[in-house]
Nanobody, 116 residues
């Protein structure tokens, strides 16, 4: 099993920044990629960004330039730097781990609220 500990969510004013962290532990020897997804109230969970263990990134098109994903392989931790936040970024943000030959793992989510 994989355990994911997310942190960094909270309340921020529009235009502000937040940095989310997600630390993975447990059966993590076969991680292929980590990422962040988000789910706004009443909407489906959607991709924010993913990053492979060798640093290749993939972003939701609408978030490019404001959000940056990074990974610390030594700490098995993925980060999401979110700048110029907008009220529409309000959502629960979920960390995900994608493993080779094993099931995906999801965190419990951290709430980000952006006030106008």
């Amino acid at each position: 099993q994989v355990q994911l500990v997310e942190s960094g969510g909270g309340l921020v004013q529009a235009g502000g920044s937040l940095r989310l962290s997600c630390a993975a532990s447990g059966s993590i020897f076969n991680i292929n990629a980590m990422g962040w997804y988000r789910q706004a109230p009443g909407k489906q969970r959607v991709l924010v960004a993913t990053i492979t263990s060798n640093g290749s990134t993939n972003y939701a098109e609408s978030l490019k330039g404001r959000f940056t994903i990074s990974i610390d392989n030594a700490k098995n931790t993925v980060y999401l730097q979110m700048n110029s936040l907008k009220p529409e970024d309000t959502a629960v943000y979920y960390c995900a781990v994608f493993r080779i030959g094993a099931s995906d793992a999801w965190g419990q989510g951290t709430l980000v609220t952006v006030s106008s």
